[in-house]
């Protein structure tokens, strides 16, 4: 069974910190994509990453694929309270997606 | 406005009353399926369908059915439902299966007693 282990589970952080999320796995795929989702609502994407050692920014957010496409990263810079939420790393493999159990993000004012 | 719906949003119902929870998307992607979510476990695909009248299990099928009669809709069928499938479910529909972005519906919260 393929596995994404995402950590840290949760986080609480001020506003103006930086962070990292980190999802690691055992398995290669083809493409890893992160989601961020908001109480009350279905994930959302981010980005997606495809090729190993790909880096991907989203204005203060950077995205990183590991070079044997088995991990990933997600960077946050100056945190600011709209950033709160769920983040989901999800990676694609044989025609399934499989799902990171997610970070909560917390950002304090 | 491209869009996933799902119906109803809130369900409490009781074990072994059948239910279900309609799915309708309006991108005419191909690709449909659902999900579960619980604390701590992280979205788990139940089914998805790759076309009309194409399905297959995910990694937490059973309790549950599906069709795809159509290609917008894809209701997930819970025959005789028990307190174990109390979660949060998600339809999400995309282009194709692999490396293309989910678009997820708002959820279904269902409580079996």
Redesign the interface.
């Known amino acids: ?1 393929q596995l ?1 282990e ?1 950590s840290p ?1 949760f986080l609480s952080i001020q506003e103006g910190e930086n962070l990292t999320v980190y999802c690691n796995s055992s398995s290669v795929f ?2 890893l ?1 992160w ?1 961020r989702q908001e109480p ?6 981010l980005v ?1 990453v ?1 090729t190993g050692g790909e880096v991907k920014k989203l204005k203060r957010l950077t995205f990183q694929f590991g070079d044997a496409r088995k991990d990933s990263s997600l960077h946050i810079t100056a945190a600011q309270p709209g950033d709160t939420g769920l983040y ?1 790393c ?1 990676g ?1 493999s044989s ?3 499989i ?4 970070t909560r993000l917390l950002v304090r004012p | 406005e491209a869009q ?1 719906t799902q119906n109803p949003r809130y369900l409490i119902t009781v074990t072994g009353k059948k239910l279900t929870v309609t799915c309708s998307q309006n991108m005419n992607h191909e690709y449909m ?1 659902w ?1 579960r979510q619980d604390p ?6 139940i089914y998805y369908s790759m076309n009309v009248e194409v399905t297959d299990k ?2 937490v099928p059973e309790g549950y059915k599906v069709s795809r009669k159509e290609k917008r809709n894809f209701p997930l069928i819970l025959e005789s439902p028990s307190p174990n499938q109390t979660s949060l479910y ?1 339809c ?1 529909s995309s282009l194709a ?3 293309r ?2 678009f ?4 279904t919260r269902l409580t079996v007693l």
């Open positions: 069974t994404l995402q589970q083809s493409s994509q989601y009350g609502e279905g994930p959302v994407l997606t495809v989901l999800a694609h025609y399934k997606l799902f990171g159990s997610g | 996933v399926s999900y701590g476990l992280g979205l788990r695909q995910g990694d998600f999400a299966l692999v490396d972005e989910q997820f519906g708002p959820g």
